[in-house]
């Protein structure tokens, strides 16, 4: 007599197990698949966000220093501006003190018998015109002139004889010497005179 065992049911309960097993594998694969890439994406959005905040915020650093750029370059144009007033301030100054020193010069210089009839200035260039009595006080005033230290060499152009007598009259060029700003005369200048 031969025992028949059913191994059937048992195989089948087996291969039920290993397919819930299977499928319960297969769903926490997904489940961590799915978790894993929303993980992934996540990072990548917290990344790109990241990101994009540095962006803007080297975006309104680079706006705020080209203002300061700008700004700067304004104010460097107004630094040449008032470079340029105080250069003409100063060349002021210094002409209005060489007027003076011209003035004082001319007349001290001038000799006995000599009479200035007209004197042109252009820039640093002077033009002078006048009468002597005779030929020595005209070579004296020229000497006087060159012994001046606001005046360059006179460099005499003509003498003519005036009205028939001794009398001559004259006309000489000669520059006038500009001295360094802030370098001649600095006793008489008025801002000098301000601050003692």
């Known amino acids: 007599m031969t025992i028949e065992i059913n191994l059937l049911p048992w195989r089948e309960e087996q291969r039920a197990r290993r397919s819930k097993r299977f499928y319960v594998a297969l ?8 978790g894993g890439g929303y993980g ?7 990344s790109t966000s990241a990101q994009q905040q540095r962006n803007s915020l080297i975006q ?13 370059s304004e104010l460097e144009a107004i630094r040449e ?27 001290a210089s001038l000799v006995d018998g000599v009479h200035y009839v007209q004197l042109n200035r252009q820039g640093a260039a002077l033009r002078l015109a006048g009468s002597a009595e005779n030929n020595r006080q005209v070579s004296d005033q020229l000497r006087a002139l060159a012994a001046a230290a606001t005046f360059t060499e006179p ?3 003509e003498v003519e004889a005036e009205g028939g007598g001794e009398r001559r009259r004259f006309s000489l060029g000669m520059n006038q010497q500009m001295p360094q700003a802030g370098l001649e005369g600095d006793e008489e200048s008025p801002l000098v005179e301000e601050e003692s």
């Open 40 to 46: 992934m994406t996540w990072h990548y959005e917290q």
């Open 60 to 72: 309104a650093q680079s706006r705020q220093l080209d203002s300061a750029i700008r700004e700067i």
């Open 155 to 157: 460099v005499l152009s």
């Open 81 to 107: 501006q008032m470079l340029e007033q105080v250069r003409i301030f100063t060349e002021l100054q210094v002409g209005r003190t060489q007027t003076v020193h011209v003035m004082r010069d001319l007349t």
């Open 27 to 34: 769903g926490l694969a997904a489940v961590l698949g799915l």
